[in-house]
């Protein structure tokens, strides 16, 4: 049953490659494994790795000792209990990013989405139920797919956790957040999301990993948090591809 159709897709995945070998997401050229990145793109990311600030992932240029926080998690800590991120938004991880959003390259979800699990080992064991950051309906229409939910989907596979993306909703048609200050940015997300009353007993005492694309100032994963907690959640932990690097703020 079952079985036989899952290796009959696994021959036929197998010979697709044999004919169409995988190739680079970025480039196109040759690679050994598909969703991949040859060498050369790869030492294009930036990677976070540690030491950064335990609670909001922000990269340090020298390590400040176990638990360390970073000047903003003091001055003002968010409302989820630990972000964290893969890379920096720049240069390569801004292409790829910008090629699934605007270029339709859905396929470029398991890839975004591998390199996210990544930056996620300290979060996975608490986690009970990944939720991707939803889109407003009227935006989902034009866009045709969220692709934070393509993300999520991929790091459900790469960790073996359940993903809900109906956990969540957007109950407000926010504007675009680019090109906004951090002030406008918080007051464009304020009250956007809730969860919806069948999704509640999902919800309910369960640990969240909430899933986006990118952070910038964290207005919107903030928003999220806030009515995920209203909803019933345990606690909050967040995971995104990439973090912008705005001036002043990494600590590199």
Same mark, same amino acid.
């Given at each position: 049953?079952?079985?036989?159709?899952?290796?009959?897709?696994?021959?036929?995945?197998?010979?697709?490659?044999?004919?169409?070998?995988?190739?680079?997401?970025?480039?196109?050229?040759?690679?050994?494994?598909?969703?991949?990145?040859?060498?050369?793109?790869?030492?294009?990311? /930036?990677?976070?790795?540690?030491?950064?600030?335990? +609670? $909001?992932?922000?990269?340090? !240029?020298? *390590? =400040?000792? &176990?638990? #360390?926080?970073?000047?903003?998690?003091?001055?003002?800590?968010?409302?989820?209990?630990?972000?964290?991120?893969?890379?920096?938004?720049?240069?390569?991880?801004?292409?790829?990013?910008?090629?699934?959003?605007?270029?339709? /390259?859905?396929?470029?979800?398991?890839?975004?989405? +591998? $390199?996210?699990?990544?930056? !996620?080992? *300290? =979060?996975? &064991?608490? #986690?009970?139920?990944?939720?991707?950051?939803?889109?407003?309906?009227?935006?989902?229409?034009?866009?045709?797919?969220?692709?934070?939910?393509?993300?999520?989907?991929?790091?459900?596979?790469?960790?073996?956790?359940?993903?809900?993306?109906?956990?969540?909703?957007?109950?407000?048609?926010?504007?675009?957040?680019? !090109?906004?200050?951090?002030?406008?940015? #918080?007051?464009?997300?304020?009250?956007?999301?809730?969860?919806?009353?069948?999704?509640?007993?999902?919800?309910?005492?369960?640990?969240?990993?909430?899933?986006?694309?990118?952070?910038?100032?964290?207005?919107?994963?903030?928003?999220?948090?806030?009515?995920?907690?209203?909803?019933?959640?345990?606690?909050?932990?967040?995971?995104?591809?990439?973090?912008? #690097?705005?001036?002043?703020?990494?600590?590199?």
């Amino acid at each position: 049953g079952s079985g036989l159709v899952a290796g009959a897709a696994r021959l036929f995945r197998r010979g697709l490659d044999f004919v169409l070998p995988p190739v680079c997401s970025q480039c196109r050229i040759p690679v050994a494994e598909p969703h991949s990145l040859c060498a050369g793109c790869w030492a294009d990311l /930036r990677l976070i790795e540690r030491p950064y600030c335990e +609670r $909001l992932g922000i990269p340090f !240029g020298y *390590d =400040l000792g &176990p638990g #360390a926080l970073s000047a903003e998690a003091i001055a003002d800590p968010p409302p989820f209990d630990k972000a964290r991120a893969a890379v920096l938004y720049e240069g390569m991880a801004a292409e790829l990013v910008h090629r699934l959003k605007y270029q339709d /390259r859905t396929e470029l979800g398991r890839l975004i989405g +591998r $390199l996210t699990a990544r930056a !996620g080992t *300290d =979060l996975f &064991p608490r #986690a009970g139920l990944i939720v991707p950051v939803p889109l407003h309906p009227s935006r989902l229409l034009t866009r045709k797919f969220n692709q934070s939910q393509l993300i999520a989907a991929e790091l459900g596979r790469q960790c073996g956790l359940p993903v809900d993306p109906l956990a969540l909703a957007r109950i407000k048609a926010t504007d675009r957040q680019v !090109g906004l200050n951090p002030r406008e940015r #918080a007051e464009n997300v304020a009250g956007a999301f809730r969860v919806p009353p069948a999704a509640k007993a999902r919800v309910a005492g369960m640990h969240i990993l909430l899933v986006d694309d990118v952070l910038t100032t964290g207005a919107t994963v903030k928003a999220a948090t806030r009515a995920l907690k209203r909803g019933g959640a345990a606690g909050v932990d967040v995971i995104t591809f990439a973090r912008v #690097a705005a001036a002043g703020t990494l600590h590199i």
